[in-house]
């Protein structure tokens, strides 16, 4: 927790991190009040140091630690509700474990989400970059040349050039909706609607619409095998869950399940016809209710989920990382023979 925020809440990797010296501090026998403020002696930064002495505020009055949290404001709902749930069946520290492990597998998906976005973006802008060089730089210079030789650009190089010089006429406006560009970029970035925006458009882009789509099946999977083995009944549970999927489609076929349920379908009887999961997941989770180990059948499933699109994203590197380099040498290499090559045909024609 080293960011300063004012009543925001935390990011997954800050919530992780609580759960896991929350759950050292309970199972060690001491109470969530004496630990919070062990914790405090041991924070020397100011923003984790506001969080805990707001947690503290409320811990000495006597109220219980999901109310401390929850006052707080700087938790979401499902770790409130965890915790409450924890308090309530004497599983607090196995709950806390439990919410750590779920928010660091959150920060490991974000982390892949934000790599294999950042590495396209990054060789996308060096080779416009590289091109605008070309254009208003290096072109000008062979168009030195043919002037010399009593000739002019022709064709693609011609226009190359009137655009490389269209750049430099107007570069401060240019430069200016370039800066306005990545403002924009920014803003959605780091404000919560444009995060929003974001998403929805990742969630129909047709390369990321499947990574986005698997990425809240193994939210909700995990998620209903944290609340199921704390103890939680199943309704209330989709319930809890239901807020952690940010997939619009996804959250359609979870209010699907929640009626099917209230239509007297099982659990496993409803992923099916809300088509949740394919069925040999369904098949599995129908094992799971049988045999009463459901809860370990849903963390398999994130599992499973996690590892698949993981693959799929390094799969998705692998390939974008030679294709932009191709593309990149391709443009270069058409912008310079588109010079190179007349300037040849008419050095020939001189000697």
């Not at 779920?102 to 934000?114: D, G, K, Q, T, V």
């Not at 459901?294 to 974008?320: G, P, W």
Request: charged share 20%; net charge negative.
């Amino acid at each position: 927790m080293k960011q300063n925020r004012s009543k925001k809440q935390l990011s997954k990797q800050e919530i992780a991190s609580f759960c896991d010296q929350m759950a050292m501090i309970i199972k060690a026998g001491i109470t969530p009040k004496d630990g919070l403020e062990l914790m405090l002696t041991d924070t020397k930064d100011e923003a984790t140091r506001a969080v805990l002495e707001e947690l503290l505020k409320y811990s000495r009055l006597g109220e219980p630690f999901s109310t401390c949290v929850k006052s707080s404001e700087y938790f979401p709902n499902y770790v409130i509700n965890m915790i409450a749930l924890g308090e309530e069946t004497g599983q607090l520290d196995d709950v806390l474990v439990a919410l750590c492990h779920y928010y660091e597998h959150e920060e490991y998906i974000s982390e892949n989400l934000r790599s294999a976005v950042t590495y396209p973006v990054v060789m996308i802008i060096m080779m416009l970059f590289i091109i605008l060089i070309l254009v208003t730089r290096v072109l000008p210079l062979f168009d030195q040349v043919f002037g010399q030789l009593g000739t002019q650009m022709s064709g693609f190089a011609a226009t190359l050039l009137t655009l490389g010089q269209s750049i430099q006429r107007y570069s401060f406006s240019f430069i200016i909706a370039l800066a306005g560009i990545f403002v924009l970029v920014f803003i959605m970035m780091k404000t919560k609607e444009g995060k929003k925006i974001w998403n929805s458009f990742l969630m129909i882009f047709p390369p990321t619409k499947a990574f986005q789509r698997d990425i809240a099946y193994g939210r909700f999977a995990r998620g209903m095998s944290l609340t199921l083995s704390s103890g939680m009944k199943i309704y209330t549970a989709i319930d809890l869950v239901d807020e952690l999927v940010e997939h619009k489609g996804v959250r359609d076929q979870i209010e699907k399940l929640k009626a099917f349920i209230v239509d007297g379908n099982n659990f496993s009887e409803a992923l099916n016809l809300a088509e949740i999961f394919n069925h040999l997941y369904s098949r599995m989770i129908f094992v799971g209710v049988k045999s009463g180990n459901v809860d370990i059948v849903l963390d398999k499933i994130a599992t499973y989920y996690e590892e698949d699109t993981d693959r799929r994203l390094n799969n998705f590197i692998s390939v974008i990382e030679p294709t932009l380099v191709i593309s990149l040498s391709f443009v270069v290499g058409l912008i310079l023979l588109s010079v190179i090559l007349p300037l040849m045909g008419i050095m020939s024609g001189l000697g």
